[in-house]
């Protein structure tokens, strides 16, 4: 029931920026979490940043320096501000939420976006 809407992928030059946005909707009670991974074509998934409800974040190191998690509780959206972006940051992104449905019944919940490509190439 609870689903996400990832937006803001494309194409840029290196040294250009992207600002990811994740919109999470439907019986949502609470977040806890919200999480950006991303996965490069015969890599494996990797988590790239995370914020917690209580605003504490956290980035992988291959980020730090760059990239900025944030979120706006009142629209239930997380967002990714990737500057400096490297052609090795080439990968689809894809937002991961934790939190509670409100209904029918109230239980915990993990939702992942369908992810977005980001492109980093001249």
């Known amino acids: 029931q609870v689903q996400l809407v990832e937006s803001g992928g494309g194409l840029v030059q290196p040294g250009g920026s992207l600002r990811l946005s994740c919109a999470a909707s439907?019986?949502?009670?609470?977040?806890?979490?919200m999480r950006w991974y991303r996965q490069a074509p015969g890599k494996q998934r990797e988590l790239v940043a995370t914020?917690?409800?209580?605003?504490?974040?956290n980035y992988a190191d291959f980020v730090k320096g760059r990239f900025t998690i944030s979120n706006d509780d009142s629209k239930s959206t997380v967002y990714l501000q990737m500057n400096s972006l490297k052609p090795e940051d080439t990968a689809v992104y894809y937002c991961?939420?934790?939190?509670?449905?409100?209904?029918?019944?109230?239980?915990?919940?993990?939702?992942w976006g369908q992810g977005t490509q980001v492109t980093v190439s001249s």
């Open positions: 439907g019986s949502i009670f609470s977040i806890s979490a």
């Open positions: 991961n939420v934790l939190g509670s449905r409100s209904s029918p019944l109230r239980s915990d919940f993990v939702a």
């Open positions: 914020i917690t409800r209580g605003g504490s974040t």
